[in-house]
C-alpha cells in the first residue's frame, strides 16, 4: 500500500485560493505523487469555514506557532482577524492527516496557513520573511514533516 501524503487542495488544481484560483501542479507532477502516494486533499482555511473567494489575510506580530499561541493573529488589509478560522482550519488538517496516517504534508508555499519556510510580512508589501503558516506549524508541531512545491524532488527521488 502507498503511503499517504497530506497535500495542499490548490496545488492539485482546486480554485480555493483566496483569489478564487488554484496554484495547480503540471499535470506530469500531480501524476507521479499520484503514483507514489495516496493524497489526502485539503484546504486548511476554506475547511476553517472562509469563503472563496476571500480577502488576503498575512500573520500579524508572529508566525503560525505564535497564533496557535495566541500570541499573534491573522489578519485582512482591512484589519479583520481571522485567526480562529485559520486556527480551526490548522485543527482539522492534523486531525485528517493522523486519521489518513500521513507522516509527510506537501504544502503551498509562502500561504499563512500552508506556508513551510516563509510567510509574508504582514504588512502586505510583498515581502517573504522566515516562519510557518499556521496549519505548517501545527503539523510541524506534531511531528508531520512539511515540503512545498519547490521541494518536490524530495518527494519524488
Ligand atoms: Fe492553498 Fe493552503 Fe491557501 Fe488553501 S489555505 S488555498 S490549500 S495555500
Redesign the pocket.
Known sequence: EHPTLLV???LLGQP??YDGHSKGLPATLHAALAARYRLIII????AGGLPTPRPPAELAGGDGHAVLRQAATVRTAAGGDVSQEFITGAQLALQLAQQQQCRIAL??AN?P??GNLQVYSGRFDGQLQDGQGVTAALLSAHGITVYNETQLEQLLD
Open positions: 495542499s487542495a490548490c480555493v485560493r484546504c486548511p482555511e476554506v504544502l503551498k500561504s496557513s500552508c
